[in-house]
T-cell receptor
Framework: GENVEQHPSTLSVQEGDSAVIKCTYS??????FPWYKQELGKRPQLIID?????GEKKDQRIAVTLNKTAKHFSLHITETQPEDSAVYFC???????????FGAGTRLFVKA | DGGITQSPKYLFRKEGQNVTLSCEQN?????MYWYRQDPGQGLRLIYY???????QKGDIAEGYSVSREKKESFPLTVTSAQKNPTAFYLC??????????????FGPGTRLTVL
C-alpha cells in the first residue's frame, strides 16, 4: 500500500545551522506534498507545501525540494532558531485520493 | 486555526464505554477528517467526509463511527469495539474543491485515555 518514509526520526542542530529532513513516497500518483510542524501538545500546522509541477519552493528560511523521478522530497530549514524545535511531518497525497499519508515525524532540537 | 475546534481537550473513559469527540468548523469547508496520533508515529486516517451526509472509512476505521449531518460538524464516536483507544485524536477540515490535495487545517486535538 501507500507509504511515506521520513528520516531522520530525531535531529539535533546548533542554533544557526541548517536542518534537512528527507521523505520518500511510494505512490507515483502523489502530486501534493505538505509539511506540518507540531509543537508539543499542539495541533499540526502547515508550514510549506509543494505540488508535483514544481521542483522547489521557498518561504523565508524554509524550502522544500521535490524529485518526482526518485520519489523524494525534502524540507530545508536554514539559520535555525530555538523556536524551530518541534516535530515535523511530511505527507503525500493525490488528486481524487482524499487520503493523505503522513510520515512518522522528525523531532528537531535546536540548541541555543 | 481558531476556525476549527474540538472538545473536550482531555477525555477519560472506562473500558466498555462509548465516547463521542466533538469537531466543529466555521470555515465553510466541505471536507472533514479524523486522524489518530500515537506517540512516535504519524497521523493515521480514521474517517473522512467530502460532503454533508457522506463519509468514507480511512485506514483504521474499525471500532469508530462518525456522522455528518451538518456541514460544520463531524463528531467521532469511539466504541467499545476499539481495542486500544488511548491516543491523541485530531480533526481537520479542507475546502474540498481540489479533492485530496487541499490544505488541511487541524483542530487542537482531544487526548483520550482509557482507564
Amino acid at each position: 500500500g501507500e507509504n511515506v518514509e521520513q528520516h531522520p526520526s530525531t535531529l539535533s542542530v546548533q542554533e544557526g545551522d541548517s536542518a534537512v529532513i528527507k521523505c520518500t513516497y511510494s505512490d507515483s500518483a502523489s502530486n501534493y506534498f505538505p509539511w506540518y510542524k507540531q509543537e508539543l501538545g499542539k495541533r499540526p500546522q502547515l508550514i510549506i507545501d509543494i505540488r508535483s509541477n514544481v521542483g522547489e519552493k521557498k518561504d523565508q528560511r524554509i524550502a522544500v525540494t521535490l524529485n518526482k523521478t526518485a520519489k523524494h522530497f525534502s524540507l530545508h530549514i536554514t539559520e535555525t532558531q530555538p523556536e524551530d524545535s518541534a516535530v515535523y511531518f511530511c505527507a503525500a497525497t493525490y488528486t481524487g485520493g482524499f487520503k493523505t499519508i503522513f510520515g512518522a515525524g522528525t523531532r528537531l532540537f535546536v540548541k541555543a | 486555526d481558531g476556525g476549527i475546534t474540538q472538545s473536550p481537550k482531555y477525555l477519560f473513559r472506562k473500558e466498555g464505554q462509548n465516547v463521542t469527540l466533538s469537531c466543529e468548523q466555521n470555515l465553510n469547508h466541505d471536507a472533514m477528517y479524523w486522524y489518530r496520533q500515537d506517540p512516535g508515529q504519524g497521523l493515521r486516517l480514521i474517517y473522512y467526509s467530502q460532503i454533508v451526509n457522506d463519509f468514507q472509512k480511512g485506514d483504521i476505521a474499525e471500532g469508530y463511527s462518525v456522522s455528518r449531518e451538518k456541514k460544520e460538524s463531524f463528531p467521532l464516536t469511539v466504541t467499545s469495539a476499539q481495542k486500544n483507544p488511548t491516543a491523541f485524536y485530531l480533526c481537520a477540515s479542507s475546502i474540498g474543491d481540489r479533492v485530496g490535495t487541499d490544505t488541511q487545517y487541524f483542530g487542537p486535538g482531544t487526548r483520550l485515555t482509557v482507564l
